[in-house]
């Protein structure tokens, strides 16, 4: 079966490295054969499909190029006498139904990883209908996924497939219960992620309980001048902004919290890596978290109670608690901290939590069950 992907891949994230990833693996067990229309493509990742043979097309990140090379796209898709067409993210979700279902009339695959979740715009509102309503199969990465395109977007729940995301194994399996204090957050540095709960957890640790807890913020965003100036202002020497890092799991080993407080997250790649490190994972619980952390036995999870108003947050969030569409609200950082005290006093539940955290995500999400899912999930779209 011959696949033509469209998606950006102009950035290195977590669903940009899981693509990568998953043409390796086709590759490597001669399971389809790809070809990639890049919306933008960096020079880590040409490097790596040309590594691989993976013939490309770049058309850049520009959404105005998308029209003027819409011919250089059909002779592409045409010329490689593709079978089916693979769109990721709204953009390449957007291209790969309209190339495949009205003009080419190929096979279409459409991948949701929690794009959805932002949309505002109406035009942006008509276009996620667009292509949920003409793609032939819709994957999602978390139920929360497949529930906002249903609840939202009108999606036949009966062409959409949950496959959750996966990730890398450690180098060691070491289960050290008694790892020092220390909080690592990892995400992009935005509202979205509400990093900002993480300084404040530390600043109350250290102010109202004497405790001072290390913490490594690691990721780049918009917000991180903010985060720098509030922690100057509180005098948190014991915190390190340290953007982008190359090896996360080099920052999760010694740690011995992961602080999640997102108030959107689809999935949560790093929830399942630090589960895989031996972290235990402290998180909101919206969305698609409570698919990947069982309170109280793989993590602990908060309700967010503090409501928030911003124009650049979703309109709305998934809580699978009630199975409802709902405004988006922050954790309360007290919440945070009492647990923190709870654990560090109970050697017991943190030894408890950390076992299970590591069977859980060995079990269903490594990596290498995401491919075979994945892979069966294609095969399957068009027997």
Known sequence: MKI????PLYKRAGAEVLFINNLVNHNKNNKFENYVIGLGISEEFKFLLQDQNIKYIDIGKNKKQ???NLFKILNFIKSNKADVIYGQNLSGNILATFLGK??????????????AWLIRKPVSKILVKFWVLFSDKIFCNSNASKRILELKYGADKNKIKIIHNGAYMPNST???????KKIVFVGRLEKLKSPATVIEVINILKKEHGIKYECDIIGDGPLKKELESLKNSYELDNIRLLGSVNN???YLEDARYMILPSIREPFGNVLVESALNNVIPLATKIDGIPE?????????LFEP????YDKDLPEVVYNPMTDSLVKPMEIDPYLI???ILNLDSNFLKREAIIQSGYKRAYENFTISSYNERLNYAIEQCFK
């Open 4 to 7: 033509v992907h469209i998606l």
């Open 66 to 68: 998308y029209i003027p």
């Open 102 to 115: 009205f003009m080419l009339k190929k096979k279409v695959i459409c991948h949701e990883r929690g794009g």
């Open 174 to 180: 070491v289960k050290d219960v008694n790892k020092k």
């Open 248 to 250: 996360v799991k080099d």
């Open 292 to 300: 990947v952390v069982k309170d109280g036995e793989t993590g602990i």
């Open 305 to 308: 109670q503090i409501a928030i």
């Open 337 to 339: 901290v009492r647990e």
